[in-house]
């Protein structure tokens, strides 16, 4: 048994549990026959279980939840017009693949529900494709793999992809990837309009000159 | 239906699926505000500042690696938007909310004679004088009390939250406990 008593910090660590085993029997049997230090422990408990109790206060909170997701994309949108002037006069968007409009739209509902084994040989070809084209992948999904090639190899994979029933599309802008707020890809926006108002443009390494990114959809 | 994973919607959110990022809201703005809340004592203010916590951390999102659980990430970024906002808050008003010291440098208040040490007070009476005196600490020991006594984290959440190794978080949590059970002492709480 402890002949002095119990330091504060002894005590905290006891009530948090911070002990050896031996620590704690021998803090407790002191503090059994310790008026002082049965004083401060207790103490010390009704400070920690009422600071733990403000928790109890019921606290009306709205929910922030739509609010915050278009604070975000005010902000994100704002972002982008600092950057829109160089990145518009500079980007062309080009589309191949009959219907991709429409594909696109129902890709991310939809891109999962392909079986796996087509999908898997698809995905395949896809790297081999991009792997002959000197490419480097970039990002890969469920819907889409997305790769960085060097542009004298667009025609060659663009005629290779399109044999090969494989739809693609790119970011032909060297310096910025641009994608509307959802992450898909624009193909649709015109210079100045509105729609600009949605897409987000995030710079790329500028070293990457030469380079464009697409995107080739399974 | 089956519970989620934080993982699973942050992969959901990083694929463009911005909307999914309402179930991580959800699921925390609670806890964050209630944090800020303890910080600022303001409902307004901690409105806003949870909002930003939020999109601060929507915008740090692909820097999350799944090293640590998303909520001690979640929590470290929620802790240093706090600070930086006192940081900013103090640079611009007059007079400084409170002086920055080092943890060895507070000094225990005991100038507060007991009132009515005889009489208990009633519970909505000291759930405000805790609050008054919470939000009275300094920074460091509020902050550390926050995460510890209320929200109940471990040491070592903490010390990975805040930064700080392990003893110095033990130090921390004595130091700003002692300082607390003073002034509810003073208060005539305890
Ligand atoms: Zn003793």
């Given amino acids: 048994m402890t002949s002095f008593h119990l330091s504060f910090n002894q005590i905290s660590d006891l009530i948090d549990g911070d002990v050896s085993e031996e620590e704690k029997r021998e803090f407790l049997s002191h503090i059994s026959s310790c008026s002082i230090c049965k004083k401060e422990y207790d103490t010390l408990s009704r400070c920690i279980s009422l600071v733990y109790n403000i928790k109890s206060e019921q606290i009306a909170i709205p929910d922030i939840c739509s609010s ?24 062309c968007f080009i589309v191949f693949g009959v219907g991709f409009a429409v594909t696109q739209s129902s890709f991310n509902d939809n891109g999962s529900i392909i079986a796996s084994n087509n999908n898997l040989s698809k995905t395949e070809k896809i790297i081999s494709f991009i792997r002959d084209s000197d490419g480097k992948i970039l990002k890969m999904t469920d819907n889409y793999i997305e790769s960085q090639i060097s542009s004298s190899k667009l025609e060659k994979i663009r005629y290779e992809l399109g044999k090969n029933n494989l739809k693609m599309e790119i970011f032909n802008h060297p310096f910025y990837q641009i994608s509307n707020m959802k992450g898909k890809n624009y193909s649709d926006v015109s210079v100045g ?21 697409i995107r080739v959809f399974k | 239906m089956s519970k989620i994973d934080d993982i699973e919607i942050i992969s959901r959110v990083l694929e463009g699926n911005t909307d999914a990022y309402s179930l ?42 799944q090293e640590s659980k998303f909520s001690t990430w979640l929590y470290s970024i929620m802790v240093n938007h706090c600070k930086n906002y006192r940081k900013k808050k103090n640079r611009y008003s007059l007079v400084p909310l409170q002086s920055k010291k080092g943890d060895d440098e507070y000094e225990i208040q005991l100038e507060d004679s007991r009132e009515n040490p005889e009489d208990r007070i009633i519970t909505e009476d000291s759930l405000r004088i805790v609050k008054e005196e919470i939000s009275k600490l300094p920074d460091d020991f509020r902050e550390i009390l926050t995460l510890r006594d209320i929200d109940g984290l471990s040491y070592n959440e903490i010390s990975s939250i805040l930064g700080i190794n392990l003893s110095n978080v033990k130090v921390r949590i004595h130091r700003g406990r002692e300082y607390l059970k003073n002034r509810l002492y003073a208060r005539g709480l305890i």
């Fill in chain 1, 68 to 91: 915050t997701i278009q604070l975000y994309e005010k902000r994100c949108r704002k972002r982008m017009y600092m950057k829109r002037i160089p990145a518009i006069a500079a980007s």
């Fill in chain 1, 193 to 213: 309009s509105t729609a600009m108002s949605d897409v987000k443009i995030e710079k790329i390494s500028p070293n990457e000159k030469g380079k464009v990114i």
């Fill in chain 2, 24 to 65: 991580i809201i959800k699921k925390y703005q609670d806890m964050v505000f209630r944090y800020v809340y303890y910080q600022f004592n303001d409902y307004d203010e901690a409105l806003d500042i949870t909002q930003d916590i939020f999109i601060t951390v929507m915008e740090a999102l692909p820097s999350f690696r």
